[in-house]
Structure formats: C-alpha cells, structure tokens
C-alpha cells in the first residue's frame, strides 16, 4: 500500500510523532498553513469521512478530543483553532486517508469555501 500516512504510521515515512494511542496518531502537517498545523489520524486506513461506517463514527469524537487535548498542549485553547476534515475532490482532500486537521496560532482565514 503507496499510502503516505499508513507509511507514517508503520514508521516508513518518518514523522515528528507528537500524539498516538491504539487507535490514532498526530504529527505535525509537512505543509503548515498555520503556526500550528497538525494532523490527526487514524492508525487503521480508511479512505474518507465519507467511508466511516456508523458504527466506526464513534472514532471521530476520538480524533476530536486528541485535537483538544493537542490544542491545550499547543497553548490554543482560549485564543482558539479550527478542526478541518476535507473529503473528496472537491473538498479539497489531497491525501485519501482520513485526517483531522487542528489549525491556530493566529487568527485564521475566515473563508471555509
Ligand atoms: P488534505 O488536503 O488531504 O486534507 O490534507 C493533506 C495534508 O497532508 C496537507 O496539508 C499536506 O501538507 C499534508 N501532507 C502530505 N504529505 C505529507 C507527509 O508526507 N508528511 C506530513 N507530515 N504531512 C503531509
Ligand atoms: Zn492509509
């Protein structure tokens, strides 16, 4: 599998790992867009939100509270941040794996589309 983050999270693609329990990790965006860009992804590889069957939704509020939690770590907490989930083409989706982005530092861009 030529998947970028199942690479990272086997160790092949190596990554400033800065969160991972059973089910996820985080490492920092190569491509930071933000004074803090993260991403949080699950260890298992599923293509898409769009993918996420019912009974796996339960691993987003996973994905959320590690966000949190880095986001606390981070210093960002009060000054706040943006969690993103692209899916798809046109969602802007580059890498087909899901992935939480958690973006702050500075008053971000108020354009979502
Ligand atoms: P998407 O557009 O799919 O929501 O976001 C994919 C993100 O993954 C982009 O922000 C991009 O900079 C980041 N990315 C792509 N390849 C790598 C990589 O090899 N390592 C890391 N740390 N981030 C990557
Ligand atoms: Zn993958």
């Not at 996420?52 to 509270?65: D, K």
């Not at 009060?78 to 008053?107: D, F, M, T, W």
């Amino acid at each position: 599998m030529d998947c970028i983050f199942c690479q990272i999270v086997d160790g092949k693609i190596p990554s400033e790992i800065i969160y991972q329990d059973e089910e996820a990790i985080a490492f920092p965006d190569i491509q930071p867009q933000a004074p803090v860009h993260l991403l949080i992804v699950p260890k298992r590889h599923i293509p898409s939100v769009a993918h996420l069957a019912e009974a796996a939704s339960a691993l987003v509020g996973h994905l959320v509270n590690i966000a949190n939690q880095l986001a606390e770590n981070e210093g960002i907490s009060e000054s706040g941040y943006r969690l993103a989930i692209n899916c798809g083409k046109e969602g802007g989706q580059a890498v087909p794996h899901l992935h939480l982005h958690l973006l702050g530092g500075r008053e971000l861009s108020g354009k979502l589309g």
